[in-house]
């Protein structure tokens, strides 16, 4: 599975963003999907994830009611709907894909990664 992430760019506070991950391969479906942030000198966050079916959503805390994940199965394609946004949300986003039977939140459980798409939030 190759992941192609997309959608950052620059936005005021309290702004919106969607972010889209274009995944290749033919198990899809099969893959749950998570989202995860990097902001600089701190580790790697989980954001939200999403089953294959994509009617199973987790969320951070940070992020509940703000961030929405999503997934177009048909597309191959995860998307994370980012409204409210707040400064402390600048990081850069990476998409993941697990082969797990379980939904993971951590990391190290997600197999595929993509390449990371910078958020800037502006105050």
């Known amino acids: 599975v190759q992941l192609q992430a997309s959608g950052g760019g620059l936005v005021q506070a309290g702004g919106s963003l969607r972010l889209s991950c274009a995944a290749s391969?033919?198990?899809?479906?099969?893959?749950?999907m998570g989202w995860f942030r990097q902001a600089p000198g701190k580790e790697r966050e989980f954001i939200a994830t999403?089953?294959?079916?994509?009617?199973?959503?987790t969320y951070a805390d940070s992020v509940k009611g703000r961030f929405t994940i999503s997934r177009d199965n048909a597309k191959n394609t995860v998307y994370l709907q980012m409204n409210s946004l707040k400064p402390e949300d600048a990081a850069v986003y990476y998409c993941?894909?697990?082969?797990?039977?379980?939904?993971?939140?951590?990391?190290?459980?997600?197999?595929?990664w993509g390449q990371g798409t910078q958020v800037t939030v502006s105050s």
């Open positions: 993941a894909a697990a082969d797990t039977v379980y939904i993971p939140r951590l990391h190290g459980e997600y197999r595929y």
């Open positions: 391969g033919r198990t899809f479906s099969s893959n749950h």
């Open positions: 999403i089953s294959g079916s994509g009617i199973a959503k």
